[in-house]
T-cell receptor, first 115, second 109 residues
Framework: EAEVAQSPRYKITEKSQAVAFWCDPISGHATLYWYRQILGQGPELLVQFQDESVVDDSQLPKDRFSAERLKGVDSTLKIQPAELGDSAMYLC?????????????FGPGTRLTVL | SQQGEEDPQALSIQEGENATMNCSYKTSINNLQWYRQNSGRGLVHLIL?????REKHSGRLRVTLDTSKKSSSLLITASRAADTASYFCATSYGQNFVFGPGTRLSVLP
């Protein structure tokens, strides 16, 4: 069964360092989402892509966060410099916008710890 | 602020009992979805209910939607220890999804 892949699964870094997360959506899914989930809370959307274009990045802290999906397939989320408050789970999801079911498929997430 | 708000925040029941979780939202929606998240894992889609539907079933899951009250409920019947997880409602308008803070369900054997 097709799955959304994310790497790394875990990342520990010191504040002020740069980190990057990678996501490979389900093949054929044009829509890709990056979410941040703080422990005990629900996922919050950071950025949404339609193919290689950003659809919504209104909640992305653009002074330190960047996201790209250059060829409209896999995507990278970068944080530079990392801050203590960035410790969270970073989830990637993809969706087939042609499907009437509107379901998002989530990857396993990257757990970031900033020391 | 988040669109959906689940209630209760935490729920603990015995195996075999039913579990009911509620979700309230603030604005008009196209559909509402429920997801499950096991500890430290990604979310898994459970069920979707469209704004013109009032009730849907999927196995041991039953979802209701009351658009006049802007609320939804998720019922898990005959709960099992494996149902222990966090449950989130996600409201959708267009391509945007907004998740609530979730209900943490513990099913005790």
């Amino acid at each position: 069964e097709a799955e959304v892949a994310q790497s790394p699964r875990y990342k520990i870094t010191e504040k002020s360092q740069a980190v990057a997360f990678w996501c490979d959506p389900i093949s054929g899914h044009a829509t890709l989402y990056w979410y941040r989930q703080i422990l005990g809370q629900g996922p919050e959307l950071l950025v949404q892509f339609q193919d290689e274009s950003v659809v919504d990045d209104s909640q992305l802290p653009k002074d330190r966060f960047s996201a790209e999906r250059l060829k409209g397939v896999d995507s990278t989320l970068k944080i530079q410099p990392a801050e203590l408050g960035d410790s969270a789970m970073y989830l990637c999801a993809s969706r087939d916008e042609l499907s009437s079911y509107n379901e998002q498929f989530f990857g396993p997430g990257t757990r970031l710890t900033v020391l | 602020s988040q669109q959906g708000e689940e209630d209760p925040q935490a729920l603990s029941i015995q195996e075999g009992e039913n579990a009911t979780m509620n979700c309230s939202y603030k604005t008009s929606i196209n559909n509402l979805q429920w997801y499950r998240q096991n500890s430290g894992r990604g979310l898994v889609h459970l069920i979707l209910i469209r704004s013109n539907e009032r009730e849907k079933h999927s196995g041991r899951l039953r979802v209701t939607l009351d658009t006049s009250k802007k609320s939804s409920s998720l019922l898990i019947t005959a709960s099992r220890a494996a149902d222990t997880a966090s449950y989130f409602c996600a409201t959708s308008y267009g391509q945007n999804f907004v998740f609530g803070p979730g209900t943490r369900l513990s099913v005790l054997p």
